[in-house]
């Protein structure tokens, strides 16, 4: 039978986010909208996830989930009055291969899109991250205003101080709510990165950054290096305690630029990145036919230096947030030795996935972790108590946490 006789089955259905709305995101971009811009929830009813209180002149916020390219038309673009690079955002994460994005956005009179120190920004967004635990959140505008498209003078020192405030302001949270966050770095100057790095010091963060020739840092410098860097992670399901160092991430088409005649004598030098931005950052270096940047480092803000890949950070994120959860289904019982025997018990449950994959085990690297649970009725405030003892592998990192649940309380976890 000739082929193109056959039948052909074809789909066609709106689009529509491809998981529950009760799931929670993986991957979250943080931005501000343009007051008068479409509000995605009305266009598109069907990507609301949540939104607040809306009353005309007053600020507003919503989280839609987006999983198509023909949503980007929804988000404003850098070549708007106020540059901004959320369309380009979902662009880049879709390109990458994520199947969808959920995008906290904000407006309100005269707000800026690199304006998200703003005190009412502020008010209007940390309710917002405490609906999505565990999750990697991207700003692609902190540390605007961004240029158009790529350029090697310095930023605005206005830039720097937005990215240290953005850290300040957030970085609670992150550790809050077990989240990673993903930063871009302005064009400083070599002479500040070292004061930059060591304000950021102690967030659980990870500033992005891009290297490559001239020619490819036109077509891709301009774009948020993060969320190419955040995309790739959260592709990747079976790369969450592996170093991504040496994996190249699919950029997509970027911009189209005109090659210089003289480009054509020889290739381009790659210019030498400064050793405080490959020794502090998650470092792009874009390849030579500019489709693909290959991951050179993968470090994060959190103390102390050098021990903290994004990696480990993630892993260790995982297992506090199961902790937490294991620990939330004793808050209402009562502070007896049952229950604290059945707290270990259950810590020791959540924990197992980890050492069946080979990434906790005991302390010493043998064995299974150490837990022990103990009910404390004449403490101060009585609770219940698990101690964990543990080594995170590959890493060798030891682990020692102390949970503590009190009655009525959220649970606390510290380290022992």
Request: with cysteine.
């Amino acid at each position: 039978m000739n082929s193109l006789q056959k039948r052909v089955n074809i789909d066609v259905s709106l689009v529509r986010p491809r998981s529950p709305r009760e799931r929670l995101p993986r991957l979250v971009v943080i931005g501000i909208v343009p007051e008068d811009a479409p509000i995605i929830s009305e266009v598109s009813p069907n990507t609301m996830i949540r939104q607040s209180y809306k009353q005309a002149g007053h600020p507003y916020i919503e989280q839609v989930r987006l999983s198509s390219i023909v949503q980007a038309r929804l988000l404003p673009a850098i070549d708007m009055t106020y540059p901004s690079r959320l369309r380009d955002a979902l662009i880049a994460a879709l390109s990458v291969g994520v199947d969808e994005v959920d995008f906290i956005l904000a407006r309100g009179p005269n707000i800026k899109p690199w304006e998200l120190d703003k005190q009412e920004v502020i008010e209007m967004l940390l309710p917002f991250f405490n609906e999505v635990p565990g999750a990697m959140i991207v700003f692609p505008d902190l540390g605007g205003p961004w240029p158009r498209g790529y350029t090697s003078q310095p930023a605005q020192d206005e830039q720097r101080q937005r990215l240290l405030a953005g850290s300040r302001i957030y970085g609670k949270v992150f550790a809050e709510n077990f989240q990673v966050g993903f930063f871009d770095l302005p064009q400083l100057e070599e002479a500040s990165l070292f004061q930059v790095f060591e304000s950021l010091r102690g967030s659980d963060l990870s500033v992005c950054a891009w290297n490559g020739s001239d020619i490819n840092l036109r077509r891709h410098g301009w774009r948020s290096a993060s969320i190419f860097v955040a995309s790739y992670m959260c592709k990747r399901l079976d790369m969450v305690t592996q170093s991504v160092v040496g994996h190249h991430v699919p950029l997509g088409a970027g911009r189209k630029i005109v090659h210089d005649r003289s480009a054509l004598l020889g290739a381009e030098k790659i210019p030498q990145v400064p050793l405080e931005i490959e020794e502090n950052c998650i470092l792009l270096q874009i390849d030579e036919k500019a489709t693909t940047a290959e991951v050179l480092s993968e470090l994060t803000m959190r103390s102390p230096r050098y021990e903290w890949s994004m990696p480990t950070l993630r892993t260790v994120k995982a297992i506090h947030q199961s902790l937490r959860q294991a620990a939330d289904m004793f808050v209402f019982r009562g502070v007896k030795k049952i229950e604290a025997v059945a707290l270990e018990t259950a810590i020791g449950m959540v924990l197992n996935p980890f050492y069946e994959m080979g990434i906790l085990v005991g302390p010493g690297g043998e064995g299974k972790p150490t837990v022990r649970g103990e009910a404390l009725p004449d403490h101060e405030i009585p609770m219940l108590s698990a101690d964990l003892v543990a080594m995170l592998h590959p890493w060798c990192q030891n682990i020692n946490l102390k949970v503590m649940v009190k009655s009525g309380t959220e649970p606390l976890i510290e380290n022992a």
